[in-house]
T-cell receptor, first 108, second 112 residues
């Protein structure tokens, strides 16, 4: 069983829509959760951190954490073509464990 | 500017020719790590270091070596590269193993 799971996609949304990216994890003891954005051929860039249950908003991005259900999600409001990238979920479990990423395509 | 740097950014080499990819960070981070990224396989950790002179194997250490003689530097050494080591490599640093990591720009290695 994979420790951090993401749907590889691609997830395709029209410009201006809300993109919803999901991630589940297996270690109930995980305390820290991160979302990275990675453009093709570039390095992962940290965009959100979340540590407690609930929502955390930063501009157009909202991270949601539900430790009881062991999932973390990322919502991108008013999606733009420049948001087209692969989004990596990372979960602390002794060390940082990365999911394989979800590819998001935002179509003009 | 806080950053992680890697050199070279691109490298084409031949099987068996030893090479070193350098990694340096200016954030005084204790923890540093090397990953390789291949299509369909995601980020896989090669080696990590908790501090100076403390290194350990990650998930895919075969064919690689590392050293940590200074806090800021964490070079990756391929003593006898093989074509299956063709990949995109990232160095990362953080304040701890389970904390957010900051990535270098990546090194695209091709071994022929």
């Amino acid at each position: 069983q994979k420790e951090v799971e993401q749907n590889s996609g691609p997830l395709s949304v029209p410009e201006g829509a809300i993109a919803s990216l999901n991630c589940t994890y297996s270690d109930r003891g995980s305390q820290s959760f991160f979302w990275y954005r990675q453009y093709s051929g570039k390095s992962p860039e940290l965009i959100m951190s979340i540590y407690s249950n609930g929502d955390k908003e930063d501009g157009r991005f909202t991270a949601q954490l539900n430790k009881a259900s062991q999932y973390v999600s990322l919502l991108i409001r008013d999606s733009q073509p420049s948001d087209s990238a692969t989004y990596l979920c990372a979960v602390s479990s002794g060390k940082l464990i990365f999911g394989q990423g979800t590819t998001l395509q935002v179509k003009p | 500017e806080a950053q992680v740097t890697q050199n070279p950014r691109y490298l084409i080499t031949v099987t068996g020719k030893k090479l070193t990819v350098t990694c340096s960070q200016n954030m005084n981070h204790e923890y540093m790590s090397w990953y390789r990224q291949d299509p369909g396989l995601g980020l896989r950790q090669i080696y990590y270091s908790m501090n100076v002179e403390v290194t350990d194997k990650g998930d895919v250490p075969e064919g690689y070596k590392v050293s940590r003689k200074e806090k800021r530097n964490f070079p990756l050494i391929l003593e006898s590269p093989s074509p299956n080591q063709t990949s995109l490599y990232f160095c990362a640093s953080s304040t701890g193993a389970a904390n957010k990591q900051y990535f270098g720009p990546g090194t695209r290695l091709t071994v022929t």
